[in-house]
């Protein structure tokens, strides 16, 4: 595992594949770095590799060439889709990561208990994945995440199967946890309002083959005002270049 204070570092990642006897690219020479405790955003159209390269930071996926430096062994991924086991309860899918661990059974209870008050979902522990809506199925996606202790938190467009309501309160969220945890946060998103609202950096990746086109800093001032003449000149600018 890397010191805590050196940056992730992705060096010159390209992603290839064969396709009917031709190459096909799907990333093309990335690189960035994310400092311990920062809150990156990946943005881009659809299909220029953005959830591929998550998948490759997170170890789920090989890329082709280049590398990946610093990146801690603790993660957490939280899916677009909930990827929750349906058999299994509230409790029993954030417990999940925790058994693999291996862990106490009192160890195991605790944390769990305090991610579901964190993430409000107190009175659902023995409701299953059916019984719940899309945003109390990814609120057990994200605790689940936390549960493990992340030192870095992995989002796959995580808001994006959801109403803009059901959103805007589980952005709100994510932003409370991650100023009281302060863990290094990386999501994917396809909008580039919520990427502004969201992240001290946004990484903008153009179509395939994905390319780091540019990385904007985020110097608004927290809370956000959404409605801000600042706000709307950062979302112009990022979406100038999409």
């Not at 190459?23 to 994310?34: A, C, E, P, R, W």
């Not at 990156?40 to 299909?47: D, N, R, T």
């Not at 493990?148 to 932003?175: M, N, Q, Y």
Request: charged share 25%.
């Amino acid at each position: 595992m890397s010191p805590n204070n050196k940056p992730i570092q992705v060096r010159r990642i390209n992603l290839n594949y064969k396709e009917n006897s031709e190459t096909q690219q799907i990333l093309n020479d990335i690189s960035f770095d994310v400092d311990t405790g920062e809150f990156v955003c990946i943005v881009g159209s659809s299909g220029g590799g953005k959830s591929t390269l998550l998948r490759i930071l997170a170890g789920l996926q090989k890329q082709s060439e280049g590398k990946i430096l610093n990146m801690p062994e603790q993660l957490g991924f939280v899916f677009q889709n909930f990827a929750l086991f349906p058999w299994l309860n509230v409790e029993d899918n954030v417990s999940y990561g925790l058994r693999m661990q291996g862990l106490s059974k009192s160890q195991i209870q605790k944390r769990v208990r305090e991610e579901i008050n964190r993430i409000g979902l107190e009175g659902f522990e023995k409701s299953h994945p059916k019984e719940l809506s899309g945003g109390m199925k990814q609120r057990v996606g994200i605790a689940r995440a936390l549960a493990v202790h992340p030192k870095v938190l992995l989002l796959d467009e995580p808001f994006s199967a959801l109403d803009e309501i059901t959103a805007k309160g589980l952005r709100h969220d994510l932003l409370k946890i991650h100023e009281q945890t302060k863990t290094t946060v990386i999501m994917v998103t396809h909008l580039v309002e919520e990427a502004v609202e969201l992240a001290d950096r946004i990484i903008v990746m153009s179509p395939r083959p994905g390319r780091v086109r540019k990385i904007f800093p985020n110097n608004i001032s927290r809370p956000r005002n959404v409605r801000s003449k600042e706000f709307f000149r950062l979302v112009d600018e990022i979406e100038s270049l999409l």
